[in-house]
């Protein structure tokens, strides 16, 4: 998978978090990567027992015209049980890692992880669980990621 991307951050609010602030103007990101999923389901849209698990790695970097180097690893995995009366029982696991190299010496805000919401931890708000700006209180991503849910 080749990914070109070039996004432009303008007109900020003076009270934005240092990271975003950083990334104001036009930044290029290209990068290439591979992934793999092995899904041992019944159903992929509506899984009700078996196991899916994938994971995918990707290297972004100026020797593929990007602005941005750094690279990113990631793994994910679910594990569904059918229970009586049609309910499903599921156990889900998320790990992963991006760092900077060469030139780049923080990984870009727009490419970090972010957890919290619906999809990743019920109960909190989206992106709103792991590292806040200081003085904004405004999330500004992790490089590592490990969550767990059932």
Do not use: C, H, W
């Amino acid at each position: 998978m080749y990914k070109y991307e070039t996004v432009t951050i303008e007109d900020m609010d003076a009270d934005v978090s240092a990271d975003l602030a950083a990334e104001q103007g036009t930044n290029t990101v290209s990068s290439i990567g591979l992934s793999a999923t092995r899904d041992a389901t019944d159903s992929r849209i509506n899984p009700t027992k078996g196991l899916v698990v994938g994971a995918g790695t990707d290297v972004a970097g100026s020797f593929l015209g990007g602005d941005k180097d750094f690279y990113r690893m990631q793994g994910r995995g679910s594990y569904y049980i059918p229970l009586k009366f049609g309910s499903v029982l599921e156990f889900r696991a998320r790990a992963g890692f991006v760092d900077a190299y060469g030139d780049t010496e923080t990984v870009p805000i727009f490419e970090r992880f972010f957890a919290g919401g619906a999809r990743s931890i019920r109960g909190y708000n989206e992106r709103k669980v792991g590292p806040v700006d200081e003085n904004t209180g405004d999330p500004i991503g992790g490089e590592s990621l490990l969550t767990a849910t059932v």
